[in-house]
């Protein structure tokens, strides 16, 4: 059974950087693609960026391009580096795992999901 653990959240300044990362045992991320998602506070899950199984990205989100930068390594780990962040990128910040394939298809593709981990942005 894959399982997920997002680790790295935690309160920072606008304007402050983060990583997160999503470790994953269980099976390997290696021919999978990876996502990462947020929720805030009354509003619907936001897809914001997708690793393939070989390494290109794809954006969900126009309001986290130029800032945030997904990648992977071989320790079965996925990051999300979050700069220049604002107030509004507070939310629960979740990975997720498309099993059906290496690409990355639409937010609504994933099967495995993480508990997520909380981001909180202010002064």
């Known amino acids: 059974q894959l399982q997920l653990v997002e680790s790295g959240g935690g309160l920072v300044q606008p304007g402050g950087s983060l990583r997160l990362s999503c470790a994953a045992s269980g099976r390997t991320l290696d021919y999978y693609a990876i996502g990462w998602f947020r929720q805030a506070p009354g509003k619907e899950r936001e897809g914001l960026l997708c690793?393939?199984?070989?390494?290109?990205?794809t954006n969900y989100a126009d309001s986290v391009k130029g800032r945030f930068t997904i990648s992977r390594d071989n320790t079965n780990t996925v990051y999300l580096q979050m700069n220049s962040l604002k107030p509004e990128d507070t939310a629960v910040y979740y990975c997720a795992v498309d099993v059906d394939g290496g690409g990355c298809s639409g937010p609504g593709a994933y099967d495995y999901w993480g508990q997520g981990t909380q981001v909180t942005v202010s002064s």
């Open positions: 690793i393939s199984s070989r390494g290109s990205s």
